[in-house]
Antibody
């Protein structure tokens, strides 16, 4: 089955670092951009940016530039979203999505990140 | 910058037709994509490039685009269609090209 499988929910304290993952199953990430989307509880979808797993080239939304980092491991068909110092305002659900012709045709199940002291 | 405007909510009785609009001053020449998000589930693409439907999406879902407004139409609405719907475009004239509308909550009465 073709799917994106994300890592499980995380509970962290402010200032801690975190990486969450998004693994392609049934297809290879090479040939697609992987987009990251944030959804604050009760709110809409926000485009954070995207990564080309073939060469790890990244585009970041200005709202997230410098706040997060994208990476990818071609050998395991996995994309990652990293934070070096979490804030309470990072509490949200994060989705990865396969990007095809500028549309997001396959989504991961989402990873809930809770940041609380 | 590109801003996509959707009505916050639309209500429709079962069997009727729901229409959800998405307006923006820069979407005239862009393909519009639509996503359905049910509570506790990941979004699913239901229409892409204005009016194409991914495999597995019922024919009841269709899209149209005229000028600065795109419309998602759901015919013969069923209870299972109750969800939030988001439009999205790719706007390379801005520094955040992946743009979503604010979302529309469809309530099936």
């Amino acid at each position: 089955e073709v799917q994106l499988v994300q890592s499980g929910a995380e509970v962290k304290k402010p200032g801690e670092s975190l990486s969450i993952s998004c693994k392609g199953s049934g297809f290879t990430l090479i040939g697609y951009w992987i987009t990251w989307v944030r959804q604050i509880p009760g709110k809409g979808l926000e485009w954070m940016g995207r990564i080309d797993p073939a060469d790890s080239y990244c585009d970041y939304s200005p709202s997230f530039q410098g706040q997060v980092t994208f990476s990818a491991d071609k050998s395991t068909s996995t994309a990652y979203l990293h934070w070096t110092s979490l804030k309470a305002s990072d509490t949200a659900k994060y989705y990865c999505a396969r990007t095809f012709n500028d549309a997001f045709d396959l989504w991961g199940q989402g990873t809930m990140v809770t940041v609380s002291s | 910058s590109s801003v996509l405007t959707q009505p916050p909510s639309v209500s429709v009785a079962p069997g009727q037709t729901a229409r959800i609009t998405c307006g923006g001053n820069n979407i005239v020449s862009k393909g519009v994509h639509w996503y359905q998000e049910k509570p506790g589930q990941a979004p699913v693409m239901v229409v892409y490039d204005d009016n194409d439907r991914p495999s597995g999406i019922p024919e009841r879902f269709s899209g149209s685009h005229s000028g600065d407004t795109a419309t998602l139409t759901i015919s013969r609405v069923e209870a299972e269609d109750e969800a939030a719907y988001y439009c999205q475009v790719w706007d390379t004239t801005t520094d955040h090209p992946g743009v979503f509308g604010g979302g529309t909550k469809l309530t099936v009465l």
